[in-house]
């Protein structure tokens, strides 16, 4: 059993940035692909970002490519997820996960593992 621990979140304005945290339980992290998912009120669990196990490829959704960046540190069991030039739309719980399937890596449903979120909050 994986556990995840997001932290990181706060209150920023637009074009501001963030840098969200994921600490997991197990030294076998470095075996798992971490996905960063977001969910807006009233809207379904959305794909932000993922990492492969290697930590040598990256996948992004397309609201936020080119402004976030999703990284790793196998020797701290951590993930990460550097967040620019923000956007009110922006605004959501971010939800760290671990998957190990190579598939489907944009849906909820391919990851074993959940967070229990940290709130992000970009006003205008």
């Known amino acids: 059993q994986v556990q995840l621990v997001e932290s990181g979140g706060g209150t920023v304005q637009a074009g501001g940035s963030l840098r969200l945290s994921c600490a997991a339980s197990e030294r076998t992290f470095n075996s798992y692909n971490m996905g960063w998912f977001r969910q807006a009120p009233g809207k379904e669990r959305e794909f932000v970002a993922r990492?492969?196990?290697?930590?040598?490829?990256?996948n992004y959704g397309v609201s936020v490519k080119g402004r976030f960046t999703i990284s790793n540190d196998n020797a701290k069991n951590t993930v990460y997820l550097q967040m620019n030039s923000l956007k009110p739309e922006d605004t959501a719980v971010y939800y760290c996960a671990a998957s190990t399937s190579r598939l489907r890596i944009a849906s909820p449903g391919a990851y074993d593992y959940w967070g229990q979120g940290t709130q992000v909050i970009v006003s205008s």
């Open positions: 990492i492969a196990s290697s930590g040598g490829s990256t």
